[in-house]
């Protein structure tokens, strides 16, 4: 009985990895036949190279980079948001927070994660947006400012809990070596407790960037959807999945060349993700070899 008992969940695990690998490799597959479809038309040399992205008015250009550079934007204005202010909370709470209030606000934190992101979208809209234009003149009423610090408001509790585990998961026993050769316990968290946890902050880090680029709705709504090749937080932006929400309305018609779109942008944004966490995988590794 227990061999079969094994055996049934022996099965169960491994159905569940297949089926996982099945829709991945699904998903690549669909992303691919129609992005080869759309770079039989359209030359790959242009849709990486052309600063501009026009495929639905008539004077037609298919240039990523300015949804691209959108996307690169929000997330990096998200990211340098959110991991100061989400190491601070992890580093307070493991270190230097009462055990009872640990278990209240942790949980209060996480719930952040909980919340929808089209709220967060018209509470960057209708409330982050005139507060920062109260002292930014000539920001525009969609920017990729607002929509980049609502974004990392919601990412926090990726970094902030992820973290937390981390450094509470580090042995007593370089704290207590730590205080024992004099530090502080400033010098303690910063340099003793980060470095040895720095594999899980970092793999936070990376869980927290993957959802800034793939974030659709706060950056659909609160950042405006004029595709352009800027870095300049102030004005309006579009990013890669607020274009393929634009074209996913049902306003281009199904099998165009402007409906195949979304699927090269899609692909391309899988690609980059892809590269983002394979470089961070190898970074994450460097680290733990250093402290391991």
């Known amino acids: 009985m227990r061999k079969i008992k094994e055996r049934v969940i022996e099965g169960g695990l491994q159905a569940s990895a297949l089926v996982t690998i099945a829709v991945t490799v699904g998903i690549i597959l669909v992303l691919s036949i129609e992005a080869v479809r759309f770079f039989s038309e359209v030359s790959i040399i242009e849709f990486f190279t052309d600063t501009q992205w026009t495929p639905l008015y008539s004077d037609k250009h298919f240039g990523i980079l300015p949804l691209l550079s959108g996307t690169l934007l929000t997330s990096f204005i998200a990211i340098i948001f959110a991991v100061p202010v989400g190491l601070s909370i992890s580093i307070y709470i493991s270190e230097y927070a009462p055990r009872s209030f640990r278990k209240t606000i942790k949980p209060a934190l996480e719930l952040l994660a909980a919340v929808p992101t089209v709220v967060y979208g018209f509470f960057a809209l209708t409330v982050v947006t005139p507060f920062l234009q109260s002292f930014i003149p000539g920001l525009s009423g969609f920017n990729s400012l607002s929509a980049g610090l609502v974004m990392g ?3 926090i509790p990726f970094i902030s809990s992820l973290s937390e585990d981390a450094l509470h998961a580090v042995p007593n026993s370089l704290r207590e070596a730590a205080y024992g050769m004099g530090s502080t316990k400033l010098q303690n968290s910063f340099r003793v407790l980060v470095p040895a946890a720095s594999s899980g902050i970092i793999v936070s880090i990376i869980l927290a960037i993957s959802r800034a680029i793939g974030e659709t709705m706060i950056v659909a709504i609160a950042a405006g959807q004029q595709p352009r090749l800027t870095f300049d937080p102030t004005v ?13 309305l049902g306003d281009v018609q199904h099998g165009s060349l402007e409906y195949r779109t979304i699927f090269a942008a899609g692909i391309t944004l899988f690609i980059f993700t892809f590269l983002l966490n394979t470089i961070s995988y190898r970074i994450r590794k460097k680290f733990r070899e250093k402290y391991e």
């Open 236 to 248: 309006p932006v579009e990013t890669i999945t607020a274009y393929i929400v634009q074209v996913s």
């Open 153 to 155: 408001i919601m990412i």
